[in-house]
């Protein structure tokens, strides 16, 4: 209970700039690990794709 009560107090004693400046950093910090997780799973799709056009081959001769 006293951790909860040192919590809000602390809390409390921030000023409005340094909560909403904490609170902009984890919002930042989980739009960049939103980013890089979706840059993975492209880059995944994209090699996913290749590997099926490579093995799956083309109908067409291949031009000299």
């Known amino acids: 209970m006293s951790r909860v009560l040192s919590a809000l107090l602390i809390a409390t004693s921030l000023s409005g700039c340094a909560v909403v400046s904490v609170v902009d950093a984890a919002a930042s910090v989980a739009s960049t690990a939103v980013s890089v997780t979706a ?26």
Request: cysteine-free.
């Open 39 to 64: 840059t993975v799973v492209e880059t995944t799709v994209d090699v996913a794709a290749a590997g099926v056009k490579a093995a799956a081959g083309s109908d067409t001769p291949a031009k000299p």
